[in-house]
């Protein structure tokens, strides 16, 4: 069974940073392109960032790009996300996912076939 878990969200002030991480298990994390997406509240879900399987690419929304990071340890089956010089705007729960292939419709949630519970990320202004 595969589960996906993310953590390190909370309440930041705006400016301030925060990193997340999202454990994976029950599948073969280094074979699988993974995403992180966000909903705000009455929000659809948006695409933030994506890393290829060996993390050699790395595709960012243009809203982040320049502020957030995301990288990944195959070796702990982990995936990060480093978001610095945060705005109100970015106050949304943030959900790691996984698909088994890269794909020119990565920006989607559909095709990523596992999805973590998310995390809550506050920035207050």
């Known amino acids: 069974q595969v589960h996906l878990v993310e953590s390190g969200g909370g309440l930041v002030q705006a400016g301030g940073s925060l990193r997340l991480s999202c454990a994976a298990s029950g599948l073969t994390f280094s074979t699988y392109t993974m995403g992180w997406f966000r909903q705000a509240p009455g929000k659809e879900r948006e695409f933030v960032v994506a890393?290829?399987?060996?993390?050699?690419?790395?595709y960012y929304a243009d809203s982040v790009k320049g502020r957030f990071a995301i990288s990944r340890d195959n070796a702990k089956n982990t995936l990060y996300l480093q978001m610095n010089s945060l705005k109100s705007e970015d106050t949304a729960v943030y959900y790691c996912?996984?698909?088994?292939?890269?794909?020119?419709?990565?920006?989607?949630?559909?095709?990523?076939?596992?999805w973590g519970q998310g995390t809550q990320v506050t920035v207050s202004s």
């Open positions: 890393i290829s399987y060996r993390g050699v690419g790395t």
């Open positions: 996912a996984a698909r088994p292939t890269f794909g020119l419709n990565y920006q989607s949630p559909i095709g990523y076939d596992y």
